[in-house]
């Protein structure tokens, strides 16, 4: 299966919220026509509604067969979305999910043994393109409809392929959940420049601005992230004084990041049941 397939065949899309919006976009900009895409989405957006008037196909007829079948609603709304897909199973098309906490199992029990099924993880930063996604097929899924998802994927930042199924809901409490840590790291260190002294939108500015660019720095320099801190650690300075806290065995961030990971994963699971 290849992107040539998917302009003969088709491609659905279940759900077009922010990821399906995401992907589709690149998918769009990568050169793929209006024409061979069907979204299936009960409150479409505005953007979707005027690439309908391009020769997108909105919630109209399924095609026959088409090469692959995205599915981005969320897992609340399977039981409803799922039944209007399942003339597709049998295994003539690929079901590649980016919903959480859905199993394979779950899929194959709804489309059939014989079902090619993908189950994928992005996370927001997706929305910039910069995203990442970790990906693993069922015992069906060809090494060409991997390679087939992560082209599609590749329109939302880089793509990872997991070894087993059970590494999703670490990789879940990482990656998945991982932007919202991040995020509450701007929030807290913001809030901390401010109880310095520091202006509210001054302290909202270097702590965004700090965390983006590290983040830039840490994914494109030679060092790995342990060296890149010791880079900016002079002994008995200003950053020294703060990993002190920050690096305790006891109250830093190792326990607390530990615990946190922990805790999603351990939803995650649950969610999968």
């Known amino acids: 299966m290849t992107l040539s397939d998917i302009n003969s065949k088709g491609l659905v899309l279940l759900g077009c919220g922010k990821m399906g919006s995401a992907m589709l976009a690149g998918w769009l900009k990568g ?26 196909n909105l919630n109209t007829e399924l095609p026959e067969s088409p090469a692959i079948c995205i599915i981005a609603v969320k897992p609340q709304m399977m039981g409803d ?40 993880m992005p996370n927001t930063p997706a929305a910039v393109a910069h995203g990442i996604t970790a990906l693993i097929g069922n015992a069906n899924a060809s090494d060409r409809d991997m390679a ?9 930042g880089q793509t990872v392929r997991l070894d087993d199924e059970s ?64 880079n900016v650690t002079s002994p008995a300075g200003t950053t020294a004084a703060a990993l002190a806290v920050l690096m305790d065995p006891e109250t830093g961030f190792p326990p607390l990041m ?16």
């Open 167 to 230: 590494q999703m809901d670490a990789v879940t409490a990482v990656s998945g959940s991982g932007p919202a840590y991040v995020f509450h790291l701007i929030e807290t260190l913001a809030a901390a420049g401010e109880a310095e002294g520091l202006p509210a939108e001054l302290a909202m500015k270097l702590a965004l601005v700090t965390v983006a660019g590290a983040g830039d720095l840490a994914e494109n320099a030679e060092e790995d992230p342990t060296q890149l801190r010791i």
């Open 31 to 56: 050169g793929m026509p209006p024409q061979a895409v069907t979204v299936l989405d009960p409150q479409p957006s505005d953007w979707v509604q005027g690439l309908a008037a391009k020769g997108l």
């Open 81 to 120: 979305a799922l039944p209007r897909l399942q003339a597709l199973g049998g295994g003539a098309t690929v079901f590649l999910s980016i919903a959480a906490g859905t199993t394979i199992a779950a899929f194959e029990r709804v489309f059939g043994a014989d079902a090619r099924i993908i189950r994928a």
């Open 258 to 273: 530990k615990k946190a990971v922990a805790a999603a994963a351990a939803r995650g699971r649950e969610l999968g049941k």
């Open 148 to 156: 087939l998802a992560e082209a599609l994927l590749r329109a939302i």
